[in-house]
C-alpha cells in the first residue's frame, strides 16, 4: 500500500443514525474540527494551530545582510519538511569572516545539517543553492536530490534536481563547484570568494544564476540549520 503523507488523516465515522463511512481530511482541518466541539477545546488548540504554522516559516538567528522577509518564505515553501521548525545559524559571511573559501570549509567542519548559500553580485542580483550536505573539500560530488538551486530580482526561482546527472557538491581547496555535466557548473566560487560563474547545467536544468556568467562576488552568507 502507497503510504499517506504526515499531514493527511483517515477518518472511520460511525453512528446510529446513518451508516458508517470514512473521510479522508488534512491534520490542520482535523485539529479545527476537534476545537469546534466546545469553546474550551477551540481556545486549547489555537497555539498548536499557530504553532504549526510557524513551523514552516524559515526563521533566522540574526538578521540576514542579503535575505528580507519575503525572501525567507519563498525559500520556506521549497525547504525539506525535515528542516522546518528550526533556526538558522549564520556559519559564514564575507562581511564578518572575509573572502576565504578556506575559512568557509573550516566554519563547516563539525557541521552535520544542510547548509543554504546565498551570493549578490556586483550587479545587486541575489541567488544561491540550498545543500543537503555542508561544504567540505572532497574528490567526489556529494549531495541528494532535495539540493536545489534558486535566484532572486525580479522573481524568485528554484531549480530542482533534473535527475540526469548526481553531480550536487564538489568541494576543492582552489574552488567551490555546485552543478554539472553540461559546459560549466551551475554555481562556481574561486578560493578568494570574489570571483564567481553560473552557466545553464544538466543536473537542475538552470540558466545561469548571475546577471553575468563570470560575476564579481559583493556578498556571501551560509546558513545552517541549528538543531
Known amino acids: 500500500m502507497k ?24 491534520m490542520k482541518d482535523s485539529k479545527r474540527r476537534t476545537s469546534l466541539c466546545s469553546s474550551e477545546d477551540s481556545e486549547a ?3 498548536e494551530l499557530q504553532e504549526e504554522e510557524d513551523d514552516a516559516l524559515l526563521v533566522l538567528s540574526k538578521h540576514s545582510q542579503l535575505l528580507d522577509a519575503h525572501n525567507l518564505e519563498q525559500l ?14 549564520l556559519v559564514y559571511s564575507t562581511a564578518i569572516h572575509g573572502s576565504s573559501l578556506k575559512t568557509l570549509y573550516r566554519n563547516m567542519a563539525e557541521l552535520d545539517s544542510p547548509v543554504l ?8 542580483k541575489v541567488f544561491g543553492a540550498f545543500s ?4 567540505r573539500v572532497s574528490k567526489h560530488f556529494y549531495g541528494t536530490g532535495e539540493t536545489f538551486l534558486f535566484s532572486f530580482n525580479p522573481d524568485f526561482q528554484a531549480y530542482r534536481w533534473s535527475g540526469e546527472n ?23 566560487l574561486d578560493a578568494d570568494l570574489n570571483h564567481g560563474a553560473s552557466f545553464s547545467c544538466p543536473t537542475f536544468h538552470n540558466p545561469p544564476l548571475s546577471t553575468k556568467e563570470d560575476f564579481i562576488v559583493q556578498d556571501l552568507e551560509v546558513w545552517t540549520v541549528q538543531k
Open 76 to 89: 520556506a515553501a521549497q525547504m525539506p519538511a525535515r528542516t522546518r521548525g528550526y533556526p538558522w545559524q
Open 166 to 188: 548526481s553531480y550536487f557538491v564538489v568541494g576543492k581547496y582552489e574552488s567551490l563547484q555546485i552543478g554539472g555535466g553540461g559546459a560549466g557548473f551551475a554555481l562556481w
Open 117 to 124: 548559500l546565498i551570493v549578490r553580485d556586483m550587479h545587486k
Open 45 to 47: 488548540e489555537e497555539p
Open 3 to 26: 503510504r499517506l503523507p504526515e499531514n493527511i488523516k483517515v477518518l472511520y465515522i460511525a453512528s446510529d443514525s446513518e451508516e458508517p463511512y470514512v473521510e479522508i481530511i488534512r
Open 132 to 135: 543537503t550536505d555542508p561544504f
